[in-house]
């Protein structure tokens, strides 16, 4: 199963992303779909890791807009466009802009799911691989600032308990901000959100735990 994958299916053709969506869904994706490049465009900066699948021939804003504002993002939002029959240029021009891969249409549902898989295997090698500060960074920069507070009070020793008193939240709103910092992050455990961190350097690997920390701990 592929519960937990999103595609963003990004298309002006109401009929085509209801029924895109809805044969993703049954092959076990998640999907958020966008009627225009705009649109889609205007919410990435706070959309959780995922594959796009993006029609290249869209009015005032088209495919090839959105990759370019994508711009460096797109190594953590692999893009497939969805391409004319034949129209190879085109195809051509789209993975110049840094798209990942196409797909000519109409598209078959097989190769569709053959082509997405591809693409998530980009996305989960990016993720267990950040190799470079920026792309730690661009993952980071996702957060929110109560996500991103969380995280640092996390990375630094605090307890849920211990952030709720010094944010002034309750330990329920921390455990959902902390649920949500995680899940914008496309992470699983908090090691695995520490290493981003880390990468993006806002911490070194290795550091001392606080003192503080340390006695915070005690009450969990």
Known sequence: MNTGRIVYVVDDDAIVRASTAFF???????????????????????????????DIRMP?????????????RIASMPTIVMTGHGDVATAVRAMKLGAND????????????????????????????????DAARAIIARLTQREDDVLRGLIEGRSNKVLAYELGLSVRTIEMHRASMMERLGVRTLPDALRIAFRAGILP????VPMSAGRHATHN
Do not use: N, W
């Open 60 to 72: 005032d804003f088209d495919g090839f807009d959105v990759l370019a504002a994508l711009g460096a």
């Open 24 to 54: 993703l869904k049954s092959a076990g994706f998640a999907t958020r779909s966008y009627g225009s490049g705009r649109d889609f465009i205007a919410d990435v900066a706070s959309l959780r890791l995922g594959c796009v699948l993006l």
């Open 102 to 133: 196409f797909l000519e249409k109409p598209c078959e549902e097989d190769a569709m799911i053959a082509t997405l898989e591809r693409a998530f295997t980009v996305l989960e090698d990016h993720a267990l691989d950040l190799t470079t500060q």
């Open 205 to 208: 690997m290795t550091m001392p």
